[in-house]
C-alpha cells in the first residue's frame, strides 16, 4: 500500500509560484497513475491535474491551464505541482492521490495535504 506525503505549501502573494511535491512510499510508483486536487474551505474537492503512471498524459481543470505542471520523477518516486501565476482563488488544501494500473477505477491512496494560501 503506497504512502503519500505532500510538501511545498505555503503563503504567496497574487502572481507568485509554488512547487508541491508528492513523495510516494511504493517502489513500484511507476505503476501508479497520480493526481493533484484540492478543496477550499466550503467547497467540494476537486481534481487539478492527472498524470499517467509514465507521465505520458496529462490533463488539467480549466481553472488552472497554462499556470499548473505537474510532472513525475518516477526514479525518485515524486509526484509535482509547478504553481505559477496563482489567483486568490487557488487558496486550498492541494492533495495528491494515486491509483494503481489500470487507472480505471478510483484514486485509492491519498496524502494528508499541503495548504496553499495566496493573498492580494
Known amino acids: 500500500q503506497v504512502q503519500l506525503v505532500e510538501s511545498g505549501g505555503g503563503s504567496v502573494q497574487v502572481g507568485g509560484s509554488l512547487r508541491l511535491s508528492c513523495e510516494a512510499s511504493e517502489y513500484t510508483y511507476s505503476r501508479y497513475c497520480m493526481g493533484w486536487f484540492r478543496q477550499a474551505p466550503g467547497k467540494e474537492r476537486e481534481a487539478v491535474a492527472t498524470?499517467?503512471?509514465?507521465?505520458?498524459?496529462?490533463t488539467y481543470a480549466e481553472s488552472v491551464k497554462g499556470r499548473f505542471t505537474i510532472s513525475r520523477d518516477n526514479a525518485k518516486n515524486t509526484l509535482y505541482l509547478q504553481m505559477n501565476s496563482l489567483k486568490p482563488e487557488d487558496t486550498a488544501m492541494y492533495y495528491c492521490?494515486?491509483?494503481?494500473?489500470?487507472?480505471?477505477?478510483?484514486?485509492?491512496?491519498w496524502g494528508q495535504g499541503t495548504q496553499v494560501t495566496v493573498s492580494s
Open positions: 498524470i499517467s503512471s509514465r507521465g505520458a498524459a496529462t
Open positions: 492521490a494515486a491509483k494503481t494500473l489500470p487507472c480505471t477505477m478510483a484514486y485509492s491512496f
